[in-house]
């Protein structure tokens, strides 16, 4: 079977050249255990914390020649515990491999590997809209932003897996999503999803664009990117706007260092002249009710689906490289690392 394992730290955003395939033999599953066969694998911004000799995160720190860290969607090829059987699709962290073991009374935190209700949905949702993208836009809009029908809200990476589900939930919630991204061909397929309004960072005429958008400035900010983008919304934010702080993309790999020079000072400035509440969160989340929420919305039509998937595991480090630099695609981005069975 096929691996992907990390040949060298990234220096800034991540490179392909920075990974590496191997072939080793396929593992078997012991006592207990399942023996996994990955079926996506999800290309997730929040791994490149793991990825750094300068830790900008709790995130612990994976050393060169480890095997990739990751959500996945798998497959049970074998299995030795009776609460799973062969065929079942299960949702866990396997990495960027083509076969994994799994020891669900042995897992972490994070609990067993979560089985995925093919009736539900395509499995793969379970990395996107019905899995933690999902869950993290749920609670950046309903519980953190507290958006109320009628009102703006602004996202930034809004053309992104979470940024995606947000701004329909926005829209079901009743108020007026605007949405910003890089890119023309992602702006227009955020108007087709649904978004009222869009606003190009990669424009020479960005700040023209999100003026157009906001004519009455914004009252919520969800936040996934940081740097710029950030500092061009404050100027549209009103007084006492929320800020859901879910991410900040522009930074990942820069060390708590950050750019350069400090310009805490004017963002200190705005946060108290214009009273805006900020609030960072990050996680798992309590319960599953908002994906209950998002599955209900799915089924009525009013959030649809938004993943855009590559090929083959060799993809991975490619894909993972483009989520910093830019892409075209919409959505959740996945690896389709082998078909269902
Ligand atoms: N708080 C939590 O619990 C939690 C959970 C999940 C994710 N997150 C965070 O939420 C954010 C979005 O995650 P996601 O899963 O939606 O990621 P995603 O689907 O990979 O989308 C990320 C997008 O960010 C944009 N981007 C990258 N670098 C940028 C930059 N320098 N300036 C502006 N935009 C940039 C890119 O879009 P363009 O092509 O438009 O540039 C990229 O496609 C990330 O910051 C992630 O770490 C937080």
């Given amino acids: 079977m096929k691996r992907v394992v990390l040949a060298s730290y990234p220096r800034g955003n991540p490179q392909p050249s920075d990974f590496r395939i191997e072939e080793v033999a396929v593992p078997e599953a012991g006592e207990g255990e399942l023996l996994l066969r990955t079926l996506y694998l999800a290309v997730d911004?929040?791994?490149r914390f793991s990825l750094d000799?300068?830790?900008l995160s709790g995130a612990s720190r994976m050393?060169?020649?480890?095997?990739?860290?990751?959500?996945?969607?798998?497959?049970?090829?074998?299995?030795?515990?009776p609460d799973y059987a062969p065929g079942d699709v299960v949702e866990g962290?396997?990495?960027?491999?083509?076969?994994?073991?799994?020891?669900?009374?042995?897992?972490?935190?994070?609990?067993?590997?979560r089985k995925v209700d093919a009736a539900l949905a395509p499995v793969s949702t379970a990395l996107g809209a019905l899995g933690g993208p999902g869950q993290t836009a749920y609670e950046g809009i309903v519980n953190v932003g507290r958006v109320k029908a009628g009102e703006t809200v602004v996202i930034s990476a809004a053309g992104g897996a979470v940024g995606s589900i947000a701004g329909q939930i926005v829209k079901v919630l009743g108020g007026r999503a605007v949405g910003i991204a890089g890119?023309?061909?992602?702006?227009?397929?955020?108007?087709?999803?649904?978004?009222?309004?869009?606003?190009?960072?990669?424009a020479p005429d960005f700040a023209d664009q999100l003026g157009a958008a906001l004519p009455a400035g914004a009252e919520v900010y969800l936040d996934?990117?940081?740097?710029?983008?950030?500092?061009?919304?404050?100027?549209?934010?009103?007084?006492g706007a929320r800020m859901p702080m879910c991410g900040f993309i522009a930074y990942y790999g820069m060390g708590m260092e950050g750019p350069g020079p400090d310009r805490l000072p004017g963002f200190y400035r705005q946060i108290m002249a214009k009273a805006l509440e900020i609030r960072g969160f990050a996680g798992i989340f309590a319960g599953q009710k908002g994906l209950a929420a998002i599955a209900g919305w799915m089924k009525e039509g009013r959030i649809r689906?938004?993943?855009?998937?590559v090929d083959g595991l060799e993809a991975a480090p490619g894909a993972f490289s483009s989520v910093f630099s830019g892409h075209d695609h919409l959505g959740k981005l996945l690896v389709r690392v082998a078909p269902e069975a």
């Fill in 183 to 202: 890119g023309a061909a992602k702006c227009a397929a955020l108007l087709d999803l649904g978004f009222d309004a869009v606003a190009d960072y990669r």
């Fill in 93 to 113: 962290r396997s990495g960027w491999q083509e076969y994994s073991v799994a020891a669900p009374d042995r897992s972490d935190y994070r609990g067993p590997p």
């Fill in 224 to 239: 996934n990117v940081g740097g710029d983008v950030t500092l061009a919304v404050l100027a549209h934010l009103k007084r």
């Fill in 45 to 47: 911004p929040l791994i």
């Fill in 63 to 81: 050393e060169p020649g480890a095997v990739m860290v990751g959500p996945t969607v798998c497959q049970v090829a074998a299995s030795r515990h």
């Fill in 53 to 55: 000799e300068r830790l």
């Fill in 305 to 309: 689906l938004a993943e855009s998937v």
